[in-house]
């Protein structure tokens, strides 16, 4: 599972509420990203991190901040969170192997905004 | 926007036969991933193939890769009814190691 785990596992909000998701690394990986999940759409990337401090948008951004302040955790928070943004939302590292990036996932992160 | 597509959307096989399916994409890749992804799970990383690589083993899986049509194929030999799950493909860029994915291919193995 290359070291990730993501918390909480299942969430439950409001919606107007704000949120923040946790995923922490413990293998010093320097990239890490979040993607959603939704029936019909595979997974979309929506903000990854390059290392400490540096972050960039992904696909589907919108309403979605991220901040990185140690090589280990990469926090994504949802400011207001809106019913739209009811998905799963996996965490990602990039592990250099045989000449390219794999990326490996964690556990995943269920999120329900009523 | 999704840059792999695959095709079939969902496959239903026998045990014991074998499983393809495809995957293909609009731009120019690094590298493309194949993840496999049981009901409710987290992805497992099945297989990554380079864009100069034409083809790919892994235990019971073999992948090939055409960048001339911009196409990719996961071939599942001897399918067991634990290889039920969804199969992704997601092309790999050279900035940022940033995956596209597809909407995946829902594979049943029936015993």
């Known amino acids: 599972d290359a070291g990730i785990t993501q918390s909480p596992r299942h969430k439950v909000t409001e919606t107007g509420t704000p949120v923040t998701l946790r995923c922490h690394q413990t293998?010093?990986?320097?990239?890490m990203y979040w993607y959603r999940q939704d029936p019909g759409h595979g997974l979309r990337l929506i903000h990854y991190s390059y290392g400490v401090k540096d972050t960039d948008k992904g696909e589907v951004s919108d309403g979605y901040s991220v901040s990185r302040s140690k090589t280990e955790d990469f926090l994504l928070t949802l400011e207001s969170a809106t019913s739209s943004q009811t998905s799963v939302y996996f965490c990602a590292i990039s592990e250099f192997s045989g000449g390219s990036y794999e990326q490996y996932f964690g556990p995943g992160t269920r999120l329900t905004v009523t | 926007s999704q840059q792999g597509e695959e095709d079939p959307q969902a496959l239903s096989i026998q045990e014991g036969e074998n499983a393809t399916m495809n995957c293909s994409y609009k731009?120019?890749?690094?590298?493309l991933q194949w993840y496999r992804q049981n009901s409710g799970r987290g992805l497992v990383h099945l297989i990554l193939?380079?864009?100069?690589?034409r083809e790919k083993h892994s235990g019971r899986l073999r992948v090939t890769l055409d960048t001339s049509k911009k196409s990719s194929s996961l071939l599942i030999t001897a399918s067991r009814a634990a290889d039920t799950a969804s199969y992704f493909c997601?092309?790999?860029?050279?900035?940022?190691?940033?995956?596209?994915f597809g909407g995946g291919t829902r594979v049943l193995v029936k015993p």
């Open positions: 997601a092309t790999g860029q050279a900035a940022g190691n940033k995956l596209t």
């Open positions: 731009t120019s890749i690094n590298n």
């Open positions: 193939i380079r864009s100069n690589e």
């Open positions: 293998e010093n990986h320097r990239y």
